[in-house]
């Protein structure tokens, strides 16, 4: 248990959708990272969030947009799904910025079904 | 984008063996970390590496970081069924950016 949830864990849409995945980061975790992991390969980095403004991006569309909360919750946006855009999608909260110093912790994952 | 291959993309072996899974890049990062992800989580961090040429031990898994600070590799002695899951390298580059570049990962399965 990493104290990181994610809701819901599977979610079926169809192409041209919208969808919002929730995260819940460990308490006081001011930085939260969203990651996408296609069946068979490794996580790929969408965004990040420190103290609810971006702080930098993956090599994603627009389309893919997130919000951060102050109460250690945040977002993730996908507008206009694409059937790609079918993967496992992960938050990972860490209690600071530097990832050298600053452990990732990961949730469970949304497992997103674009039919 | 970094790109970090891993091999082997699928290794099961028998309870006891040794194995070495490796992770390859033709970029530099600043350090590198190793997961591991069971179905239906999330990945767990294993362990960081920072100095090219480091080598960390946890238990029975012996983690090295290459001399360039390019390539890394992990080895698992005694293997157990507990050690079956999906290992994936991580690097963080020298730009200073926060985000990882996860490898392609590496599925193991330890047969009892």
Do not use: M
């Not at chain 2, 090219?52 to 898994?61: A, I, Q, W």
């Amino acid at each position: 248990e990493t104290g990181v949830t994610q809701s819901p864990t599977h979610l079926i849409k169809t192409r041209g959708q919208q969808v919002t995945l929730r995260c819940s980061s460990q308490s006081g975790h001011n930085t939260v990272s969203w990651y996408q992991q296609a069946l068979g390969q490794g996580p790929q980095f969408i965004f990040q969030y420190y103290r609810e403004e971006e702080n930098g991006r993956g090599n994603f569309p627009p389309r893919f947009s997130g919000l951060q909360f102050p109460n250690y919750s945040s977002e993730l946006n996908v507008n206009a799904l694409e059937l790609d855009d079918s993967a496992l999608y992960l938050c990972a909260s860490s209690l600071g910025l530097a990832a050298i110093y600053n452990e990732q912790f990961f949730g469970p994952g949304t497992r997103l079904t674009v039919l | 984008t970094q790109l970090l291959e891993q091999s082997p993309q699928f290794l099961s072996i028998q309870e006891g063996e040794n194995l070495t899974v490796y992770c390859n890049s033709s970029s530099v990062f600043s350090s590198l970390q190793w997961y591991r992800q069971e179905p239906g989580e999330g990945p767990v961090l294993l362990v960081t590496v920072v100095t090219g040429g480091e080598v960390k031990k946890l238990k029975r898994l012996t983690f090295q970081f290459g001399d360039a600070r390019k390539d890394s590799s992990l080895h698992i002695t005694a293997a157990q069924p507990g050690d079956t899951g999906l290992y994936l390298c991580a690097g963080l580059d020298q730009t200073g950016a926060n985000n990882l570049f996860f490898g392609t990962g590496t599925r193991l399965t330890v047969i009892p």
